[in-house]
């Protein structure tokens, strides 16, 4: 069985779901109305009755589930972990694996397992270069959350000493989205004004030889030492231009209507500040003007599946088609460029119908031959020594003379 993580005892007491709040309001009342279920039947009845409860008090359980979560989040800004213990109170211990630190759990009995000195972090160069840029380049614009998070992570670094980097990034972005509408927009105003800053440094920057517009410096292509990690760029499938357009969505709809008067409210707009204030209104339409792009939006859906079916019919007889014409084009070119074997074999075969042909056409000329003489015709495919002739078509038996002059004399007689 595993060992639970020793734990800082004084650590505030982590949240609960709204089930394990169910969970644990209920099982009292669920064991004495089921005094014979086992600890798992009884887990698998209070799932069945969290599922069957109405939205409304689902919701209720879900409302104690975040107080619940704001008082851990309250009381763990407040709690400063003790050394060997992380900013949430559980025990670690800092392991070197390889140039890599790990964070580990301690359980009991492993206190001393670590206690030997780690060596130390070996130097390494990495496999990709970064990109360089002039150091007299102006430095880039920043967004407002990073400029929130950059002015206050002293502060709540200070507020939470033993929250690592990755917790003290979910952090301040918690922070951030709790700032009032007011607060947000002073954060804006300041990257409006970064943004600017940037703008009027970079329209006086004049970037050295081999640097781009923006000062980074560019690469050899011929160069065999250029591993920048770069993008792959992707492989656009060519569209083909009889295939039906596709469906679009209620905002585009939107966007479409809305494009040409923000254009005339606010000439000479960028494209991204259009982009920000389509969606600012879009998000501020009520559901009644919402169902009117929704509705264009369903018919055009309609439109292109009943356009696709027709495409994809088509298609699929143009494709058939298509395979049809190619094999018989493969029969044919078969025909005209045949093998020297198939024209040999074909040469023979042609041959041997002619000699048969000519070997009927002597036998009819052997059997209407005229008597002469009182003597019967001679068989020509008989060899000077009587020996019969080896064509089956012209086979004889070879019969003396006195037969023949005696079958001859019986028939005058």
Known sequence: MTKKCP????????????????????????????????????????????????????????????????????????????????????????????GTEHLLPVFPGQQQQFQQQQPQRPTGKSKYKTETRDPNAPKRNLPPFILYQNAMREQFQKENPGMTFGQLAKYTSHMYKNLTAEEKASWETRAQEDKLRYVGQMANYTPPPGHNAQGIMLLDPNSANNNVKRRAKRKTKDKDPNAPKRACGAYVFFTNEMRPIVMKEIPGIKFIEMGRILGERWRNLSVEDKKKFEDMATEDKARFQMEMQQYTAEKSTLLAQQQQAQREQQQQMLSQHQ????????????????????????????????????????????????????DPYNFQQPQSDCYGHQSYNAERI
Do not use: C
Not at 37 to 55: H, W
Not at 64 to 72: M, N, S
Not at 357 to 370: C, D, E, K, M
């Open 339 to 390: 093998s020297p074997h198939h024209q040999y074999q074909q040469y023979l075969s042609q041959q041997q119908q002619h000699m048969l042909l000519s070997q009927q056409h002597q036998l009819q000329q052997q059997h209407i031959h005229p008597v002469s003489s009182g003597r019967m015709p001679s068989i020509d495919n008989t060899s000077s020594h009587g020996h019969y002739s080896m």
């Open 7 to 98: 734990r800082d005892p004084n650590a505030p007491k982590r949240n609960l779901s709204a089930y394990l709040l169910y969970q644990n309001t209920m099982r009292d009342q669920f064991r004495s109305l089921n005094p014979g279920m086992s600890f798992g039947q009884l887990a698998k009845y209070t799932a069945a009755m969290y599922a069957e409860i109405p939205p409304a008090e689902k919701q209720a359980w879900s409302e104690r589930a975040e107080q619940d979560k704001a008082r851990y989040l309250h009381e763990l800004q407040n709690y400063t972990p003790p050394p060997g213990y992380d900013s949430k109170g559980d025990a670690i211990m800092v392991i070197n694996d390889g």
